[in-house]
């Protein structure tokens, strides 16, 4: 059982390949999608001896690997990481055909994806993912990057990866945190453009918890089907494609300002929580959905309340967003549940009002 969503962006359309066992065959599809003998493969450390042997198995015979392996965690995704991928891969003398696959998380596919956008002048990007926030989100729409100093994603490119392998059994080992990570995303996914996706999660939120990968295998495709319905109209991200920035703004900053003690996902469920308060105190959420979404949340193990940070420097951070404008900051927020909308008129007092909502419920 597979689901292939094809991504139409320009005249590069590609493939997003969700399939259970993929990874044991991703080699051999590769190498007739595109004809090359090589790859380079910027590689996240904490699968170098799990997931990597599967994939290179699966790859002809006398096949060249040009290997970068990347510490795990979001404070390598930096300028330097960055420029000892490039030793790796010039010293290796790719062309500009040699592909550089993404094997990892969402840390590991923004910044190779920089990399095959910038080394040569760009070469052909692969994304495998391997955590549910990276097959749903990131590796899909092809913005890339990486952070510069207390700035997260200031530096990046747009580069659209050749195709996208998604094997959700690879999830079956995820550690339960980062699971749930996936599922703020997920849940994104449906208050701003799918409200029966919504509905559909309130019921079977323990399949997905549970790992059943025959579930999962619909649901990715499902969301990614979504996420590529907006990235499509709007490819870089002038208009519609801000609406999947719900509940980013304020999730950049308590990532930022905690020290990534919040994961992403972590940050963003706050995020959305406290994007969801302003939508009800500006009229564009009921309330009883506004409830909804937080009670889904919390349900998927992630985090609505308990915030101890302070909210001016929590406020601060946020207008350093690069979706910050004219010093002003863009909101986006939910406009009833299945769609959202950008708002520039979100005052001070109101945005501060909603972080301290975050306090408690």
């Not at 870089?236 to 003690?261: D, K, M, P, Y």
């Amino acid at each position: 059982m597979a689901e292939i969503v094809n991504v139409k962006v320009g005249d590069a359309p590609y493939d997003v390949v969700v399939e259970p066992g993929l990874l044991a065959r991703v080699g051999g599809d590769l190498v007739s999608r595109l004809g090359c003998r090589g790859v380079g493969v910027v590689l996240d450390r904490s699968i170098e001896t799990s997931v990597w042997p599967v994939v290179e198995a699966s790859f002809p015979p006398r096949f060249s690997f040009y290997r970068y392996v990347l510490p795990s965690g979001e404070g390598n995704k930096s300028l330097d990481r960055v420029r000892e991928a490039y030793d790796v891969f010039l010293n290796a003398r790719i062309d500009r055909g040699t592909p550089i696959i993404a094997l990892g998380g969402g840390v590991t596919g923004d910044l190779a994806g920089f990399v095959a956008a910038t080394v040569l002048r760009g070469v052909p990007l692969v994304q495998i993912p391997t955590t549910l926030l990276a097959m749903v989100d990131s590796s899909v729409g092809g913005k890339v990057g990486v952070n510069h100093g207390s700035f997260k994603n200031m530096v990046g490119a747009f580069k659209q990866p050749e195709v996208v392998y998604c094997d959700p059994t690879v999830l079956r080992s995820l550690p339960q945190r980062e699971f749930c990570n996936g599922l703020a995303e997920c849940i994104k996914h449906a208050i701003i453009r799918d409200a029966p996706l919504l509905a559909e999660l309130e019921e079977n939120l323990p399949r997905l918890l549970d790992r059943d990968i025959d579930y999962l295998t619909t649901f990715i495709g499902r969301n990614v089907a979504t996420k590529a319905r907006v990235v499509q109209s709007d490819v870089f991200e002038r208009g519609e494609r801000a609406h999947l920035n719900l509940g980013h703004t304020f999730g950049h900053a308590i990532e930022t300002v905690s020290q990534h003690e919040y994961a992403h996902g972590e940050a963003v469920s706050l995020g959305i929580c406290a994007a969801a308060h302003v939508a009800a105190r500006l009229g564009a959420l009921d309330e009883a959905d506004r409830r909804r979404i937080v009670a889904l949340l919390g349900r998927a193990g992630l985090p609505t309340t308990g915030l101890d940070l302070d909210e001016t420097v929590l406020y601060s951070a946020m207008l350093h967003d690069k979706k910050a404008s004219g010093g002003g900051l863009k909101i986006v927020i939910p406009q009833g549940l299945g769609a959202a909308t950008v708002r520039e008129d979100v005052s001070r007092d109101l945005i501060l009002e909603a972080i301290n909502s975050l306090r408690s419920e």
